[in-house]
């Protein structure tokens, strides 16, 4: 009995020595990557053990919506996190991106746009963990592809989005790009107020320079065709992709559907001039809130110089795209009786 209790209170030994082990590595590596992308500034942020995230998740059940956010990479996880509902990320592999999206979502935290991180867990032996404030309205994809936005808050969730990825791309020493914008990383708070986040692809451009050069990574077909030829990433790769998700705003269409891409299919109707087509049937006047022509123009407009596909300086920077769905913002209060 006595050599079972010692050799029980080795294993526990043991593995208290392996997580330590696992802790202090995985600590290591992190800053290595706050040093490489911020320079080693960071936001403070909790560190939560493994035994407070998993109490957190056991006292929920799953998120309805978690079956839309499925990836190799990572699993998500509804949680009572300290007598508050919180939103879990668990890697299930440890890599470099993992680091990243560490960092680069604490920096970006402070930007009321991004989905705000409040803690992280390092214990965990398939990869580390980020928790989150919780979205109470899901993931952008649930809502776009069932039509229940009205034009307004699609324009704000435009809005709003390039407001937080032109802060991306011009609040840090090194221009940062997201490289994997689409409805499936914009989370919905209470007020329907977009969250971005998934920072895992970033990749950091070196200081003055205008591109840099990396294996393709991202999600068709929101991906930069020049970049896709090139592997360069510049400012405009993340313009192509903010411009493919302002089409499936406005269209309620998924990228690629029946054999015909989203994009391509907008092309035909504007060509053909059957703009008013290229709205979603939701948003175009049919009941609830509409869309008049000149907003759904001027949307339209900023959308296709976005995803330009051949020239890259023929779109627009991002800082210019948040002023012009500024106006147009404007212009939709402007009419309001």
């Not at 808050?153 to 997201?178: G, S």
């Not at 087509?277 to 123009?297: S, W």
């Not at 949307?299 to 002023?323: G, H, Q």
Request: negative net charge; charged residues 25%.
């Amino acid at each position: 009995m006595e050599r079972g209790r010692q050799r029980v209170c080795l294993d526990e030994e043991m593995h208290r020595r392996e997580r330590e082990k696992m802790c202090l590595d995985r600590g290591s590596e992190l800053l290595e990557e706050l040093i490489a992308f911020c320079n080693g500034r960071s936001n403070p942020i909790r560190n939560f053990s493994l035994n407070q995230l998993q109490k957190a998740i056991d006292d929920c059940q799953p998120l309805e919506t978690l079956k839309y956010l499925k990836d190799r990479d990572m699993k998500w996880y509804n949680g009572i996190l300290e007598r508050r509902r919180v939103f879990i990320k668990i890697f299930t592999r440890c890599t470099k991106e993992v680091y990243r999206d560490i960092v680069v979502s604490s920096q970006m935290s402070s930007h009321n746009n991004v989905l705000k991180v409040l803690g992280y867990c390092l214990e965990i032996p398939a990869g580390p963990a980020l928790v989150f404030e919780y979205p109470e309205n899901g993931c952008l994809r649930t809502h776009i592809y069932a039509g229940s936005l009205p034009w307004g808050i699609r324009m704000k969730i435009a809005k709003e989005i390039a407001n937080a990825v032109t802060y991306l791309h011009t609040a840090f020493p090194r221009t940062i790009i997201h490289r994997d914008i689409k409805p499936e990383n914009i989370f919905l708070n209470q007020n329907y107020s977009p969250k971005l986040s998934n920072f895992y692809l970033s990749i950091s451009i070196p200081e003055g320079e205008s591109q840099v050069e990396d294996q393709v990574a991202g999600t068709a077909p929101f991906l930069d065709p020049v970049y896709f030829q090139t592997n360069f990433v510049t400012e405009k790769t993340d313009v192509y992709s903010f411009g493919m998700l302002l089409l499936v705003l406005l269209t309620g269409r998924k990228t690629f559907e029946e054999g015909v891409y989203l994009i391509n299919h907008v092309i035909d109707l504007v060509e053909q001039d059957r703009v008013n087509e290229v709205v979603d049937p939701g948003i175009r006047g049919n009941g609830g809130e509409g869309i008049d022509q000149q907003q759904q123009q001027a949307f339209l407009e900023v959308a296709l110089r976005c995803t330009n596909p051949f020239s890259r300086e023929d779109r627009p920077l991002m800082i210019e795209v948040a002023k012009e769905l500024q106006r147009i913002e404007r212009s939709i209060t402007a009419a309001a009786p």
